[in-house]
C-alpha cells in the first residue's frame, strides 16, 4: 500500500502530463502562409490589362491575368515560353498564320459575376480582351499592338470609331476561333515575332462577365481584377498599400528551369528545382515614394526584395558590387542593365516648341545639344546608368553599340544656333522667341526628390541658354493622362522594353502612335513611311539600315533627345531563395521562395 506522501507525487505526475496530451490530441496549428514584401516607388493607376499602362500597375495585372506566353525564368537571351498556351505557335511558312492551342482546365477565380458558375478559360476570352484594345470608349492606350496587323480587326475599329459603338460579336476574319481551345490569327503581313506581343501583358485574357459586372461608364475595371493567374488581389488601399494571395485554382506547376553557365543561375536551380509554382502565398506590397524610406525599411527587414534606385546606390554599392558589409548579412544583389531607353521629348503639338519649321527645329537642337546627359548620369543617378546615343538599348534586338548621335553636348554651338534664329537675349538676359514674345519652358517632373533633382538639371541647362523655365511637379498618373493628350510640354520619360525588339522603342516616334505611346507627338510622315516599312522585315541587316534613318531622321528634326538605360539594382534578403531580375517580366514573384527558417510569415489565410 503507497503512503500519502507517494500517493500525492503520483498525482501530480498525472496532472503534469496532462497538457502534454492535450497538446497531442488538439489539431494541428493552420501553416502560415509564406510572405514576400515588396516596395513599388510609385503609386499604380489601375488593373485593367487594356488601360493599366505604368511599370507599377502591371506589377499587379502580370499576376492576376494569363497572357498565351511569357519568358523562361533564366534563359539570357530572353526566351519566349507558353503561359496559358498549351505549346509554342504552329506558324505557316510566310509568318502570316499562327495557330494556337490552349491548355485545358485554366479556371478564373470565382467571382460573383460568373454566378456561382466554374468558369474556364477559352479562347474566345483572348479574343474579346484583344477587341476590347480598340474600344473607343477606353481609349487603350495598346491598341497599336494590333493595329495594321491582323485581317479584318481594323476594319471593325474603323466601324467602332465612326459609330463610337463597338460590337463585340462581329467576327473578325483573321481571328478564326476552331473551338474553344485552338485560335488561328490570321495577320495583314509577315511577322515572326508575334509570340512576343502575346507575351505582352496587355494581350492576358479578361472574361466579358467581369467588364459587364464591374465595368465603369467607359468599360474599365480597373478596380476588379479577375483572371486566371498565379496570384489574386486580397487587399487593396490605392497609392498605399496592396495584398495578392496565391490563386489555389491555378493549375500546377512545377519549378524547372534549365540553368546555363553562370553560376549563380545553378545556385537558384539548385534552390528551386521541383518546388511548386507559385511558392509563396501572400505578396504584400506598399508603396512608398521617397527613397530613404524604402531604403530605412529594407535596412530593418521590413522589406524582402527592394529596388535600389540610383541615388540610393552608393548606400549599398561600391564599384557596381555590393559593399561587403551587406554581402557579410547574406544580402543578394541582383542587378542588369535594363532594356530601356530615358529620354527627352519635346511635344511637336505645342505652340512654343512644336513644328517642323527651322527656327522650331533650331530651338530643340539648341536644348538637346545644351544639356549635360553624362553630368546627370553621375549627379542625379550615381552613375547608374549608361549613356546611349541610339533609340534602341543594349539587350534590344537591333541595337547598335556603334551609332554616334548628331545631338552631342555642346553649349557654345547651342546658343549661337538660337542667336542665329531670332532668340534674342533682352537687356534682363533671358531670351524671347524670334517675334518678340516671351520664351518660357515648363518642364513636367515626378513630385519627389528625384524628380525635383531632374528639373534643377534642366533648369540648369535653360539657363545656360538664357531660357526661362518653371518646373510642374505632378504625380505619375497626372503625368501620364496629361502626356497621353499631347497637353504635356517637355518631360525626361522613360521607356521600358515591352518586348525585347526594336520594333518596340521605334513605335515612340510614329505618328498613329500619338495619344498612346507617342508621348512627344511626333508625325513626320518620312519617318512614318520607314516605320511602317520595317515592321514588314525580320530583324536584318535591311531593317537595321531603316532604323538608323529613322534614327538620323528624329536627330535632324530634333523630335527628341535619347539619354540613358539605366541599371537595375535589386536588392533580396537572405530569406529570399531562387532570386534574379528578369529583364522583360515586370515582377519574378510566382518563380522565387521564402526560406521558412526565420523568414517573416503571415497567418493562413482563412478558407471559404
Known sequence: MKSPWMRRLALLACLSSLPLLAAAD???????????????????????????????????????????????????????????AAAMPEVSSDGKTYTIRLKKGILYTPDAAFGGKRRELTMADYVYSWKRLF???????????????????????????????????????????????????????????????????????????????????????????????????????????IVLNKNPQHLPET??????DDPDDQRIVRQMQGKAIPAIDRIEITVMIEDQSRWLSFQSGGTDVFWLDGPLAPKALLNGKLRPELAEKGVQLSRLLDPEISYYYWNMEDPVLGGFSK????????????????????????????????????????YDPHYKSLLQYDPVLANKLLDKFGYKKGADGWRTLPDGKPLLIRYASRNEANGVLQAEMWRKTYNSLGIRMEN?????????????????????????????????????????NTHQNNNGCYQ??????????SQ???????????????????????????????YRNMLAQKSVLGYKKHP????????????SNGAPVAPAPATK
Not at 72 to 82: E, G, I, M, S, T
Open 524 to 533: 513626320d510622315p518620312e519617318y512614318d513611311k520607314w516605320y511602317a516599312a
Open 472 to 512: 510642374d511637379r505632378m504625380i505619375f498618373s497626372d503625368i501620364l493622362k496629361t502626356e497621353k493628350q499631347c497637353k504635356m510640354q517637355t518631360r525626361t520619360a522613360p521607356w521600358l522594353a515591352d518586348y525585347p525588339d526594336g520594333d518596340n522603342f521605334m513605335q515612340l516616334f510614329y505618328g498613329p
Open 26 to 84: 488538439a489539431p494541428a496549428a493552420a501553416k502560415p502562409a509564406k510572405t514576400l514584401r515588396y516596395i513599388l516607388p510609385a503609386a499604380e493607376t489601375g488593373f485593367d490589362p487594356a488601360t493599366a499602362r505604368d511599370l507599377y500597375s502591371n506589377h499587379i495585372t502580370q499576376a492576376v491575368f494569363d497572357t498565351l506566353y511569357t519568358y523562361d525564368y533564366l534563359a539570357r537571351p530572353v526566351k519566349v515560353v507558353p503561359q496559358a
Open 255 to 260: 519549378w524547372n528551369f534549365l540553368a546555363g
Open 359 to 398: 527656327e522650331k527645329i533650331a530651338l530643340r537642337r539648341a536644348i538637346a545639344m545644351a544639356h549635360n546627359i553624362d553630368e546627370e548620369i553621375r549627379i542625379i543617378w550615381n552613375g547608374q546608368a549608361k549613356r546611349l546615343d541610339y533609340p534602341i538599348p543594349p539587350g534590344v534586338v537591333g
Open 135 to 241: 474600344d473607343p470608349r477606353l481609349a487603350s492606350p495598346h491598341s497599336w499592338l494590333f493595329e495594321g496587323k491582323v485581317v479584318g480587326l481594323d476594319d471593325l475599329a474603323k466601324e467602332a470609331a465612326r459609330t463610337n459603338k463597338f460590337d463585340y460579336s462581329k467576327k473578325v476574319a483573321g481571328l478564326e476561333i476552331l473551338d474553344p481551345y485552338t485560335l488561328r490569327i490570321t495577320l495583314t503581313k509577315t511577322d515572326f515575332n508575334f509570340p512576343m506581343i502575346l507575351a505582352y501583358v496587355p494581350t492576358a485574357a479578361v472574361a466579358r462577365e467581369v467588364v459587364e459586372k464591374y465595368g465603369d461608364v467607359k468599360g474599365e475595371v480597373g478596380s476588379n481584377p479577375v483572371g486566371t493567374g498565379y496570384y489574386t488581389l486580397g487587399e487593396w488601399t490605392r497609392g498605399n498599400r
Open 536 to 566: 514588314a522585315m525580320p530583324a536584318s541587316p535591311e531593317r537595321d539600315e531603316l532604323y538608323h534613318k529613322m534614327a538620323r531622321r528624329l536627330e535632324v528634326n530634333a523630335g527628341a533627345l535619347i539619354g540613358y538605360a539605366r
Open 584 to 595: 522583360i517580366l515586370f515582377q519574378e514573384w510566382a518563380f522565387m521562395n521564402i526560406d
